[in-house]
């Protein structure tokens, strides 16, 4: 069983910056694994994904500020946001799953092709 768990949410003005954490608990070898966030009203939206091979890809609002990497030693998925700006205020989750298309993640819907999912930090930029 794949359990995912994030923190580093927190709140900040705009222009600053933070960095989410989401820890696995087993080890992958091959996956697609991506943040994801969820205003209050909105769909859940696919912000950063990134496969086995290194492929990532980004949401268009967040290309330039996001920067999303893995550590397979320690099993932790990043999310480097900077330049945060109040639109990016949103519960954060991490996502993973089994090989597939990284663009999946950023695509409409992407979400329903991820089975494993944290519970979610909050992130929250003040104007």
């Known amino acids: 069983q794949v359990h995912l768990a994030e923190s580093g949410g927190g709140s900040v003005e705009a222009g600053g910056s933070l960095r989410l954490s989401c820890t696995i608990s087993v080890e992958m070898s091959s996956f697609c694994m991506g943040w994801f966030r969820q205003a209050p009203g909105s769909e859940r939206e696919g912000v950063a994904g990134i496969d086995s091979d290194g492929n990532t890809v980004y949401a268009d609002s967040v290309k330039g500020r996001f920067t999303i990497s893995l550590d397979n030693a320690k099993k932790t998925l990043y999310l480097q946001m900077n330049s945060l700006k109040p639109e990016d205020t949103a519960m954060y989750y991490c996502?993973?799953?089994?090989?597939?298309?990284?663009?999946?993640?950023?695509?409409?819907?992407?979400?329903?092709?991820?089975?494993?999912w944290g519970q979610g930090t909050q992130v929250t930029v003040s104007s």
């Open positions: 996502a993973a799953d089994g090989f597939r298309p990284v663009s999946m993640v950023v695509a409409v819907n992407g979400r329903n092709g991820f089975g494993y």
